[in-house]
């Protein structure tokens, strides 16, 4: 989970810039995470502005109605990335990411899996299998 430090930009205040982003708890004032989302709109500020201050891709995800948090600010999956594919506490890893589309709904590895992301979500799948970020062999115990 990522928390961000923002503040009103002094040139347009009606826009904030992010000063700083940590993926440990912060609960200081002007720290926000997927918990302070009450709109799309408000994480896609927070993802622009975290992308311009690391210069990395951060997007918006929205998980639906009916989910809690349901907005959420996360890194993009990047070109090279180390991912694996997971279920029910089965993972096995499948090389790294080859091709992006522009859309970000398909991400094809290197070893041929293509996931496809699930409308505005931070989930790509491959039928009932998600991507996750890093290689993992993992298996499930309890069974």
């Known amino acids: 989970m990522n928390f961000f430090k923002t503040q009103q930009n002094p040139h347009a205040p009606a826009h904030i810039i992010v000063v700083e982003v940590s993926d440990q708890v912060q609960r200081a004032d002007g720290w926000v995470s997927r918990h302070d989302f009450k709109t799309f709109e408000q994480a896609q500020e927070v993802a622009d502005a975290a992308s ?5 891709d951060y997007i918006a995800t929205d998980a639906g109605d009916g989910c809690y948090p349901r907005f959420d600010v996360i890194k993009a999956p990047a070109h090279s990335d ?3 594919y997971y279920f029910n506490g089965d993972s096995y890893p499948c090389g790294y990411i080859k091709t992006i589309s522009k859309t970000l709904k398909k991400i094809t ?3 041929g899996q293509v996931f496809y992301r699930r409308g505005n979500t931070g989930s790509w799948k ?4 998600s991507m996750i970020d890093g290689h993992h062999n993992d298996r499930n115990p309890h069974f």
């Not at 311009?52 to 990395?56: A, L, N, S």
């Open 82 to 84: 180390a991912v694996s």
């Open 52 to 56: 311009r201050f690391e210069g990395v």
């Open 109 to 111: 590895t290197t070893e």
């Open 126 to 129: 491959m039928k009932c299998w």
